[in-house]
Each structure stands twice: as structure tokens, then as C-alpha cells.
């Protein structure tokens, strides 16, 4: 059986990702009480008549008590070879959630007399820190659309196969702020900059003019066999140490050349040994 926790602050677009693996055939429960978890999960695994795959929300809305003690319950459905689980967490900048608030003009579940919007984001963070102490995933929402987001869900949690390392090569531009998804972040802004050639501006690292004028470059080359070197090497080990989720940050600095080609072609190169290889490029979509 597999059970996914998905988790994240107010905002972040957890009944979205719920809604995604509803679609494909999960078994869905919103805003469960974290210590109704294994109960749940043992009903679920001794009733053949049920889904043999269960999705749950847990959130802030649970008592502080009950959060507190997610590790150990997780730990304790790990030792009772209940299920195989992963925990998926959300989240947002905090001016993406205070600006997602305010046009929805929701009240947020934190909030009182006490608490403005502003400090309940900012104090539930620390609610859920033990969740997303946990996370085998986090899914940076600040610049995906409800559509991107379901896509990514279904893409690299439904669609993985069991047992197997998924990794996910994501380019950006600094500029624009680092993701906060990405596991390893590799800076490539010292390479020769497309941007600065006028024939070059209009295009981006997916396309030819661009791949040439970069792949001409020694100093590209030499970046990309570094990075790959790396990979191989510290990969297998992740994999090893029961990892399920890797999402590596290529950037430069606009986002639209550089980081966008290299991770294009470490996206090829790792397709050809790995299973569950996705590319995705943040500020051209």
C-alpha cells in the first residue's frame, strides 16, 4: 500500500496537489488529525475492498500536540510495515502567501486577535517544521500555476517508479530569487553570457543559435562534465540511503540561456541511466 502526506503552509496549494493524485485514483482525505494516521492506514491494509493508494493532508489546522508527534508516527508505521509512505511539502514565499490571502480575502487558520496575516504565515512555518523536517519532496509554489502544479505532482510523485530516485534538473535566474525546492544549487554565471551577443537576446539555451554559441565553449564543457562528475559519483548514494527526490538548481542570471541550456543536456546525459529524469526551466514557463 502507498500512502503520500502532503503538507505545506496555508496557500501553498495543497488541496491542488490533493485533487491531482484524486485523479489519478487516490484515495483522498483532507485535514486528517495526524494521530488518526495509523489507524487509518491499518483499516485501509487489512480491508482488500479498499484503495491500495491513500492520500492525506495534514496541516496547521491539527493541534500543536498532534504534530509534535508526526516523526514518531511515521516511524512507527516504518517499523509496523504498514505502508510505503513519502511526504510531500508545500510552500511559498511569504509575499506570494500574503498576496494569494488578500486577493482571495480568505481568513487564515491562524489567525486572531492577537495574530495579523503576516505573523500567522510566518508562525506556521514553525508549526509544521516537523513535517517538513521529513519531506522526501518540497514543492516551491511561488511561480507555478494551479495547472503547473498538478502536472508536477502527478509527474514526480504518481508516476515514479517505486524503489527509484526521481531527479528533477531545474534552471533559474538569480535575479528572480533561488527556488526553495532545490537540494543543490549550481551557479554557472562565470560561463560566457548569450545575453550580451544581440543576435543572441532573443533566443534561449533550448534553442539552436544559443546551444551552438554555448556548446563551442570550453568553459561550458568544462562546467558541465564538473557538475556530471559530481552526480555520478553522489547519486547511487542517495539512492542508497533511501532518498526519493532530488531537485537540482542550475542558475544564472537572467534564467533564460546558461542555466536553461546546461540543464537541458545534465537532463539528457542522467535520462540515460535513470528512470525518473525531469527537467524543468522556472522562468521560461
Known sequence: MKLVVISGRSGSGK???????EDIGFYCIDNLPALLLPDLVQQMSSDASHPDQIAVSIDARNLLSNLSKFPDILNQLRQDHWAEYEVIFLDSSEATLLKRYSSTRRKHPLSDTHKNLQQSIESELTLLEPIASLAD???DTTRLSLYELRDTVKLRVANRKAQTLSVQFESFGFKHGVPLDVDFVYDVRALPNPHWVPDLRKYTGQ??????FLSSS?????MIDDIKN????WLPRFSENN???ITIGIGCTGGQHRSVYISERLASHFSQHMDNVHVRHRELS
Do not use: M
Not at 218 to 222: F, L, M, S
Not at 230 to 233: Q, S
Open 230 to 233: 559530481f552526480l555520478e559519483r
Open 218 to 222: 570550453p568553459e561550458v564543457c568544462e
Open 15 to 21: 488541496s491542488t496537489a490533493l485533487q491531482a493524485l
Open 207 to 212: 534553442e539552436k543559435p544559443v546551444q551552438a
Open 243 to 245: 532518498r526519493s527526490y
Open 137 to 139: 519532496i518540497r514543492i
